[in-house]
Structure formats: C-alpha cells, structure tokens
C-alpha cells in the first residue's frame, strides 16, 4: 500500500470487520470499481468460515450474524455444512438428525458453527427450520419439538422413580 501511495485514500474506505486493510486488497479494488469486480458476501462468509476450520482464526468477527443478512449468512453456513456432512436424501431425514439434539449439538461443536447459531436459536432444530423456509415441514418441526419434550420427561419420571426406591430402600 505505501509502494502504491494508496495509504490516504484507503483511510476513507471503510472494511467489514472480518478484513483487513492490509492483506485484502480485493476489497479496495471491489470499493474502486464496483460494475466491474463481482463481490458475493456469502462467498466471503464461506471463506471465512473454511478459514476458522483450518485454524487461521479463531473465531467469528463480533455482529458478522447481526441483523436480516446475518441470519441469511448464518443460514447458508449451515446449509454448507449439511451439504459436507449430513447425508440426508430427504427434508425430513434432517429433520431426524436434527432432533436429536445432543448428537447434532456435538457435531456442531466439532464444525465450529455451536456458539455461531447459538445467540440466535434456542436449538439446532429450531436453526434448520428457519433455515430451510419455503422446503421446511412444519409436522416434522412439532414432531421432533414434541418428540424431545418427551425423552426428558420421561426421563425425568425415571429419576424421580430411582429417588423414591432410594428413599425407601434407606428407610428400612
């Protein structure tokens, strides 16, 4: 950039938080001549995201998933990421996968994605549903929604059980 002599005129262009001024000169030309350089933002969240798997960041940018667009990158990361790891024919075989909140939970953790969807979405379930708008199935959403609520119940009623057998084994 000082080679150049474009230290002043890049002060007045403003970078997203995730670039900076000094390596990603493809955003300055971008800023330069905007009819003739194509600019997709969901390719740079990609390319962010597969930066973040190598272990070139550490984390996401803060507010990269703030906002309308934020939740649209966020969704498109998350269709990456079943399109990489999910196999899934059908709607509904994510919508299994996804119910099963604590494997999907561990895979999502292991993806780095975890603590992306998690400010936004209160499960993973929740996050594939909104993600998938007009392909999305809403029996399948309460099916799997109803279907979790059940296996903690139920398994709440279990513990209870054991307390009780407990209390009373003691009591004799």
Same mark, same amino acid.
């Given at each position: 950039?000082q080679?150049?002599?474009?230290?002043?005129a890049?002060?007045?262009?403003?970078?997203?938080?995730?670039?900076?001024?000094?390596?990603d000169y493809?955003?300055?030309?971008?800023?330069?001549?905007?009819t003739?350089v194509?600019y997709?933002p969901?390719?740079?969240v990609?390319n962010?995201?597969k930066?973040?798997?190598?272990?070139e960041?550490?984390?996401?940018?803060?507010?990269?998933?703030d906002?309308?667009?934020?939740?649209?990158?966020?969704?498109?990361?998350?269709?990456?990421?079943?399109?990489?790891?999910?196999?899934?024919?059908?709607?509904?075989?994510?919508? =299994?996968? +996804?119910g099963?909140s604590?494997?999907?939970?561990?895979?999502? *953790?292991?993806? $780095?994605l975890?603590?992306? /969807?998690?400010?936004?979405?209160?499960?993973?379930?929740?996050?594939l549903?909104s993600?998938?708008?007009?392909?999305s199935?809403?029996?399948?959403?309460?099916?799997q929604?109803y279907? =979790?609520? +059940?296996?903690k119940?139920?398994q709440?009623?279990k513990?209870k *059980?054991?307390? $009780?057998?407990?209390?009373? /084994?003691n009591?004799?």
């Amino acid at each position: 950039m000082q080679k150049l002599k474009l230290d002043q005129a890049c002060k007045y262009i403003q970078f997203p938080r995730d670039l900076s001024p000094n390596s990603d000169y493809w955003w300055i030309i971008y800023k330069a001549f905007p009819t003739q350089v194509s600019y997709e933002p969901y390719q740079r969240v990609l390319n962010m995201y597969k930066r973040l798997l190598k272990g070139e960041i550490k984390h996401f940018p803060r507010n990269v998933f703030d906002g309308t667009e934020g939740a649209e990158y966020l969704n498109s990361l998350l269709h990456y990421f079943i399109s990489e790891n999910i196999p899934a024919n059908t709607v509904e075989d994510l919508y =299994d996968a +996804f119910g099963h909140s604590a494997n999907i939970v561990k895979e999502l *953790k292991k993806a $780095k994605l975890f603590y992306a /969807y998690k400010n936004k979405f209160y499960s993973p379930l929740d996050w594939l549903h909104s993600s998938l708008e007009d392909e999305s199935n809403s029996l399948y959403y309460h099916y799997q929604q109803y279907m =979790d609520v +059940f296996e903690k119940t139920s398994q709440n009623i279990k513990q209870k *059980k054991r307390k $009780k057998k407990l209390k009373l /084994y003691n009591y004799f």
